[in-house]
């Protein structure tokens, strides 16, 4: 596929990005019925004949569920409905039995609010046009036909246990005049959602099981211009960082187009992770009508003035606000609290200082050799067997004098390998400081005599000469002595002074 | 006079995935506008104060607590599908040759 280079494309067009992102919550029941909502669960073993769609069941809806919706609406700054009903989108996809989705459709829970994201120290504000709540369809397995996608294949099976789960779809208005940005706001914006998501506690958010998905809608204008171009809609974008590559390369693809004076169709396009391009999926020239229509089997939400002030007053503190605090309480700088934020360190620097230790050392462990350590084994630090409180206990036993920093990360490398808390790596490898005089005095006799040659030379004056012996007893004490008070007490042996 | 067009028959019979014939495109044109009709008399009796209604019974907020309840074995769930595999219920093709 030609593609136009991204500054060129940019030289040219101005991009106008828009994002929907689907959410599953992470209530214990579905949306609508009683069935359990566990990731991974043996095919159809989590469905009743509400969410299978048999003959006379009906949905209630989940509380919970709800709740979480409009916390969502008011920590996105949006309005939330008074009154408000869900919709029947009504289609012939078997991913769902009943025929059709219960969805919301000119009546959203929550509208008109905006979310602040930080890319490069500015910020960008991305205005949201809707938040409404949906059940999640099933899971369908394409079988037959060579890519095991939905064309060609011979048939299809389903698992309906996804079938219902309460899915809020979060719409941003249209994003103009993020120029060159546009990808890294479109990932700045998924990032910021995905921890107001974490705050909120409403979701586990995992992009790669799908519990929340972004489809990136990208279209591009010549410059000069003030008439948007058409748009297209990428969907299957499984990761923050797929977010920033499928808009780059739809701007690329696009640009091509346009440029050779062709015309963007729009259609649903899939992102493919392996190349970082997309190609076309189904055309939206037939229009699609879903028939929307008001559901009789639900009554309408009318969320109650004083509930919604109760949600508002009791949200949590928002990411982008904290981050200032902390950043302002650390005393970081803004590149190394963005290097924080990109290594997803912030939390856990956080709870290490909350469990007591000073918030450089939390930081210097998280981002230094816990972070190449996380690096080499390919995970996350969050996934790093360690917690927080063993990070301040190593900091705390650095500050005593029990361990120095060589010391520390053998420490971190025992516990990390499942030998169990900082103090008992330290007991059962032996790696306190020799702190025991007598002990230190041992060693350090023991090496001056292997060294007479070098403890002459100090003696006659050169003192650089020292360094070696240092060495000598940080190896004979398998780093366990204090070099500073090693060097002092050859320099005394010897009869030197500095 | 018919309100209803053939297109828009034709239009209903796509996405209700119904193959129809010429003729029965006029004739059932021709039968929507008379249910049409009907149904809009219910608008005549309507007055400024009456809103529109999506249900039958005056009520808002009715909610479940988010409580788990036993679901079906895969069996049972699976007892009346047509066909199936792996547990799953098996559907025919869901695009056609030309999509």
Redesign the interface.
Known sequence: MTVMAFDEALGRFEPVLGLETHVELGTASKMFCGCKTTFGAAPNTQVCPTCLAFPGALPVANEAAIESTIRIGLALNCSIAEWCRFARKNYFYPDMPKNYQISQYDEPLCFDGYLDVEVDGETVRVEIERVHLEEDTGKSTHVGGATGRIQGADYSIVDYNRAGIPLVEIVTKPIPGTDRMAPEVAKAYATELREIMRALGVSDVRMEEGSMRCDVNVSLMPRGSSEWGTRTETKNVNSLRSVERAVRSEIERQAHILAEGGKIIQETRHFHEDTGTTTPGRSKEEAQDYRYFPEPDLVPIAPDAAWVARLKAELPELPLVKRKRLQAEWGVSDLDMQAMHNADAIDLVEATVAAGAPAADARKWWMGELARRANESATTLADLPITPADIARVTELVASGSLNDKLARQVLEGVLAGEGTPDAVVAARGLEIVNDEGELSAIIDEVLAGNADVADKIRSGKIAAVGALVGGVMKASRGKADAGRARQLILEKLGVSE | MSAITRDEVA?LAR?S?MALSDDELDHYATQLDAIIEAVAKVAEVAAEDVPPS??A?P????????????????EQ??AGAPAV???????????GEE?
């Open positions: 239009h996405l995935r999506s249900h019974l009520l808002t907020n009715v909610f479940r607590a988010d409580e788990v309840r036993q679901s079906l074995t895969p769930a699976l595999e792996d547990d799953r219920f098996r559907v025919p093709r869901i695009l999509a």
